[in-house]
């Protein structure tokens, strides 16, 4: 009985070992595995919570991801008025870290678009950057603050066009000219008129390579954006 529960099941225990594994090397990286899984079963948990709540299971990824975004822009804004301090901002990028372990294993488990997947590996990259080494910690939280700023209305979009919203193709437009602005203009001026855009270390170079593929993969994705509106007008 589980020899063949491990056969009809092996694609999902593939994906919780890779997870589990994947979290482990995280840790070791990032100094804080406790912190680390917390965070990450607690998105998963709020995935849950969010899906019995809805009842819709369609929903479920892109309100998470919508509460991770509100939630991330909550913790950045009310630090920087408030105390501006560094260990609270590494524990906000520990924070996003989690997400990302948390919705990679969602999006390889739900086969969602590959460019999410390549993505949340660059953005993961420089977040573990970010995370262990002082000098990248402010340009990590601005990419963060910046990045997530687009990501509210497109969830609001995903939303909208599965529960098929009158005002789909609106906020698709919306969305659309707020991630233009913010990840091709404005993150490549702060980038390139960024300390870290000058430094000339090895690690300095992986992260500016990887802002730079960061910022194609943000240039396919409106071009695709731009073909779904087109095809729907």
Not at 67 to 90: A, E, M, P, R
Not at 149 to 177: A, E, G, R
Request: net charge positive; hydrophobic share 50%.
């Amino acid at each position: 009985m589980f020899v063949n529960w491990i056969i009809n099941n092996n694609e999902n225990i593939y994906n919780l070992v890779s997870l589990y594994t994947f979290v482990n090397i995280i840790s070791l990286i990032s100094y804080n595995f406790v912190k680390l899984s917390c965070y990450s079963l607690f998105w998963n948990n709020i995935n849950i919570k969010v899906k019995i709540l809805i009842k819709n299971n369609k929903l479920e990824d892109y309100i998470t991801s919508l509460l991770h975004s509100i939630g991330l822009l909550f913790l950045i804004i009310c630090n920087f008025l408030t105390v501006n301090n560094n260990y609270i901002y590494k524990d906000i990028v520990l924070y996003s870290i989690s997400y990302f372990i948390y919705d990679i294993y969602v999006i390889i488990e739900k086969k969602y678009n590959k460019l999410f997947l390549y993505h949340h590996i660059l953005a993961l990259t420089n977040l573990i950057i970010g995370y262990n080494y002082e000098i990248f910690l402010i340009p990590t939280i601005m990419s963060l603050f910046i990045g997530e700023l687009s990501n509210p209305f497109q969830n609001t979009y995903k939303i909208c066009k599965i529960i098929k919203h009158k005002n789909t193709d609106c906020i698709l437009k919306v969305f659309i000219c707020i991630f233009f602005v913010l990840r091709l203009f404005i993150f490549p001026i702060y980038w390139i008129n960024s300390d870290i855009f000058n430094l000339n270390s090895n690690i300095s170079k992986i992260y500016n390579f990887i802002f730079l593929l960061g910022s194609i993969v943000s240039g396919i994705w409106v071009k695709n954006m731009f073909k779904i509106l087109k095809k729907n007008n």
